[in-house]
Every structure is written in structure tokens, then in C-alpha cells.
């Protein structure tokens, strides 16, 4: 509440019903009961001053030193005003849905045996590899308008649907020009890793190498480099040598691990210091208490010592010392029609920094929309609404490694903020299917007003 006081401020919002800050972790993930902490304040307001927050506090307050000199204010009575939802995981650049394999799934066929017969993400790839650039700049805006309108404001987006050199790099050049031209905050993944080609079919060893020797030029364009372990993708052993070598070239690191089976991802990615470790619907005990470990020590429990877990988490201009982030996507249980979704009660309890996302794409959750999988995630996770919110905003922001931007309400940070049409957060989780975000302001600026997509400059 001291920055800056004696300047115009451009935007003020008052009068909140709950103003959810989420304040006080950007130093590292919540865990355990930290988890359920939102830094509510009711009556609240906050004042932005071009791309960032000036202050956040009581209505009141902010209204006396603020409001006078706002160009503009907005009465948010009755609402509920949070940061931006953060998706930490998705494949939103793919061309082509797959209706036919949605109905051959209904009619009992299995996900891994669509891949294995060559369908499943072969056919996105074959279709992705068809479109020019252009068309798949036009077809992600697309996607990521609908994120937009219902509160994304940042997300990751991996590569991995074009599997050779070139259609590789034309995925992270489409993220590139979306993320200069798009109102999302895009952090860009390179997943070559993601399925063995056709043509490589009888040499995935082969494959692998193909995908080391990308990196170097891989490397401007990508945040992250992640690989998909998996049985019918890649095994352990490929999915270590390709992540060290990214990491050696200073890319940070992330894992598909335990999406189907437990093959040992977890411990691959704490050794080596994997910014998050994703899926986790089948992951045994003993590696939650070994994530445990890695993340920061939680009231109540105190693990023994272990060995010191770094993390390459945020790669260039991070200032946060990141743990390993446990990325959680029910979306993709729900939708292939599985019981088992990963264990999030038992994470949290022992102090697993948990976070969730969408995981966009056309085969294993075509939702993109946060807001149900914050619902999933109360109903097939056990996680409290306070904990959903927690994991889909400041938690997700430390899966990213931009935990020093972004995730929370905090002078200094990113004004990145979401007006919903709720009284009360709890509202956002229980009436499920609707979406409750009336107004979206990404670094300053209004996006989305009336749940409608204002019109931004693309530079696309
Ligand atoms: O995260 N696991 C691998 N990739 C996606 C699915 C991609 C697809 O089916 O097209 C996932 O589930
Ligand atoms: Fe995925």
C-alpha cells in the first residue's frame, strides 16, 4: 500500500465481496493446511498502475488514496475478485478433434490401444502436420479465446504434435507469435518426446536421438523441455537422456509421469530438479513422501532430512528457488472414464506442493476450462475449494517457475485479476458447468468485460 501514491492510477476496483489475494507465497508452493489459506479479505479493493498492482487492502482504504486519481473505477459489489487462473499444462496447439475415436472409446476400445494401432495423438499429428503455420495460429486463438473468457490468463502450451524437426518448430513458432499477439501469458514447452513417429516405429532409440540433437535450436523458442514416460511412448532411460541433455542447455524441466502406469517418473524428476511432475494417477506412497520431502516443510509433518532437491525451475530471470511442482489433471480421468484419479488428499496431507490443470487436447480432456476442473478436482481429488484455488492460481504459477509474476494479488506483481459473478468463492466450484468469470484483466488491461472478449491488438 505505499508504491507510488502520488501518481494517477489507472484502474481501481472496490467494494469486493471477497477479495481472494492469495498473498504470502511467492517465495515458494503452499502445502499441507497452507494450502487452504486465500489471504480473503472481505470488502477489499486494489489499484493497478499500468501493468501492475500499486496496492491491495481494505475497500476503504484503497478508495481514500486511490480512487480520486483512478481514470477509472469499478464498483465490485456482491463479487468475488481473485487472480487470473494459471493452466499449467496443455497440448492447446493441435488441428483436428477426434470424434471417432471418442466414440470408439464409449464403445469400450482403450486410449493406449488407439495409440498402439497408430490413431490417438498420430492422427492429431498427421492432421497438425498438414496445416501451415497460419492456420494453426488461427485455430489455438481460437482455443485461447475460449481460456480467456473463462479466466485463464496464463498457460503453458507444449509442442508435440508435429514429431520431426520442421513441424516441431513450426508448434513453438505458432506459440511464439500467440504469445506476442494473444492477451495470455504463454509459456512455451518443447515436448518432441510426446509419441514415437510412424517412421520411426522400429527405431524409437533412434527417435530420441533425433530429439537431442533438435535442442540446441529447440532452445530459444522453449521454456521447458518435457517428455511423455509412458508404456508405448518412452521409458525411462530415453526420458532421463533426453532431460539432461535439455537441462544441460539450460532448458527447465517437466514429466508425464504415472498418466497410466507407475514407472518410476517421480524420482527421475526430483533428481532432476523437474520444475513439476505431472498426472500422477498412478504413483506409489513412497514416492508422495519423497515429493513431500522436496517441497518445503509443513506444519505437522516433518520429514527426515533428504537429500537437497534444486530446481531449474523458471529458467531465465526467475527469482524463486522452486521445489517440484505435482501437476494434477482430472480432467483426463474423467474423461477417459477411469476411477482412478490421482491421490491429492494424500499429497497435501504429507505436504506434496499440488497444483492442477486442464491439460488441453483432443484425446485425453478436450476442456480447457478451469473452472470445471477446479470442480473435478473438490469431487475426484477430496480437495477442499480453498485448496482448488490454491491450486489453480499461486501453485500453478510455481509449476511455471513465474511464481515471482504472477499467482497472486500483491503490489508489484502482474495485474492479472478475474471479477467474478459469485458472492462467494465456494459458489465457483458447487455450481459447476457455468462460468461465473464476468470480467478479465490481464497485466492492466481489460480483456474480457461482461463475460465478452474485448478486442486487443494482435499483432497475429
Ligand atoms: O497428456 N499424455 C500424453 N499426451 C496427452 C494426450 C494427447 C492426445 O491424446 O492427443 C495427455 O494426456
Ligand atoms: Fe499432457
Redesign the pocket.
Known sequence: MKKKTGKQCDLVILNTSELLTLAGASHGPRTGREMRELGLIRDGGLAIEGCEFVAVGPSREIESKYAGKAKRVIDASGKVVMPGFIDPHT?AVFAGWRDKEWVMRLEGKEYLDILKSGG??LE?VRATRAASQEELVTITKKHLDTMLLHGTTTAEVKSGYGLDFENEIKILKVIEALGEGHPIRLIPTFLGA?AVPAGYKDDPEGYVEAVMGWLPEVKPLARFCDV?LEEGAFNLAQAERILARARGLGLALKL?AG?FKDLGGVRLALRLGATSVDHLDYVSEGDMVEMARGGKKVQGFNPPKAEKVQSASGGKGSKVQGVTVAVLLPG?PFFLGRQRYASARVMIDLGVPVAIGT?F????CPTPNMQLIMTLACLELGMTPEEAISAATINAAHALGYAHRVGSLEAGKRADVLILDVPTYTRLTYQFGVNHVETVIKTGKVMVEGKRQMSYLAKI
Not at 361 to 364: F, Y
Open positions: 497440448h490417438g495423438i492429431t510426446h511423455f508425464h498418466e483426463v491439460d487436447n483432443p484425446g485425453t
